[in-house]
């Protein structure tokens, strides 16, 4: 079992910055998702342990990037030029798949969430 601790997240105004965080147990590839108010769950980045590339939602592309600490296990994702419609639930994932390119889908293990809102 992969255990996924997430932190960051929280309010800001539309136009800043902010930066999440994921911790895993183990070295994984590891993305975010995000959902937001009645809609569904959305890929947002990911990132694989072994090589380090990164994909990215058109939607987030050139505003966000995420990065990885290989020996700390952990993700980050640094959220700049932030938009009221980037308000979401925002969850670290990890997945098992040993693809050389971040899936952005199948993801096995969750974390709990950790809510963001931008203001306008």
């Known amino acids: 079992q992969v255990q996924l601790v997430e932190s960051g997240g929280g309010l800001v105004q539309a136009g800043g910055s902010l930066r999440l965080s994921c911790a895993a147990s183990?070295?994984?590839?590891m993305g975010w998702f995000r959902q937001a108010p009645a809609k569904e769950r959305e890929f947002v980045a990911a990132?694989?342990?072994?090589?380090?590339?990164?994909v990215y939602a058109d939607s987030v592309k050139g505003r966000f990037t995420i990065s990885r600490d290989n020996d700390k296990n952990t993700v980050s994702l640094q959220m700049n030029s932030l938009k009221p419609e980037d308000t979401a639930v925002y969850y670290c994932?990890?997945?098992?798949?040993?693809?050389?390119?971040?899936?952005?889908?199948?993801?096995?293990?969750w974390g709990q969430g950790t809510p963001l809102t931008v203001s306008s």
């Open positions: 990132i694989t342990w072994r090589t380090a590339i990164a």
């Open positions: 994932a990890a997945t098992l798949s040993a693809s050389a390119w971040p899936p952005r889908s199948g993801y096995n293990y």
């Open positions: 183990v070295p994984i590839t």
